[in-house]
């Protein structure tokens, strides 16, 4: 048997309901499409979304929200998370992104919070400080460092 011999099985191929060729096929006059109405038009079933003409409930609901462009975007820590390192060590963005600390780095860099305690003498070179971060690094012992 080759490729051009195929044929499909007996009764699985159904021929093509042929409508609107008249009253003795069954499918004349209006084809099975009923009588009036927006259904019975060319091209007349509505969107997934319509509502029947009343304004859709997307244009009903108010907007929320403003992406200001110009804004700082800071990847943000706090004095604790520092804890976790060694008395002179120096941190970076990169340091803190190899040690996971930090997942990414937003477009404005790292900025330090002063939430919690720091114990341990550090030099932190990261781009913004909160007061009471500068007032907790430095009563540590430690500097800081805007890069």
């Known amino acids: 048997m080759n490729i051009h011999q195929l044929t499909p099985a007996p009764n699985s191929k159904k021929g093509v309901k042929r409508v609107g060729r008249g009253l003795g096929s069954g499918r004349g006059k209006t084809s099975g499409r009923g009588e009036n109405g927006q259904k019975k038009r060319s091209g007349g079933v509505p969107g997934r979304f319509f509502q029947g003409g009343q304004l859709s409930l997307i244009r009903r609901l108010p907007k929320r929200g403003f992406n200001n462009p110009y804004g700082d975007e800071f990847t943000v820590i706090n ?5 976790v390192f060694d008395n002179g060590t120096v941190i970076t963005k990169e340091l803190l992104k190899e040690k996971r600390i930090i997942n ?3 477009k404005s860099g790292v900025k330090v919070l002063g939430n919690g305690n720091l114990t341990k003498k550090l030099t932190v070179k990261l781009n913004k400080f909160s007061k009471t971060a500068i007032e907790k690094i430095t009563k540590a012992g430690g500097s800081i460092e805007e890069a």
């Not at 004095?79 to 804890?83: H, I, K, P």
Request: avoid cysteine; hydrophobic fraction near 40%; charged fraction near 50%.
């Open 79 to 83: 004095v604790s998370d520092l804890e």
């Open 104 to 106: 990414k780095i937003e």
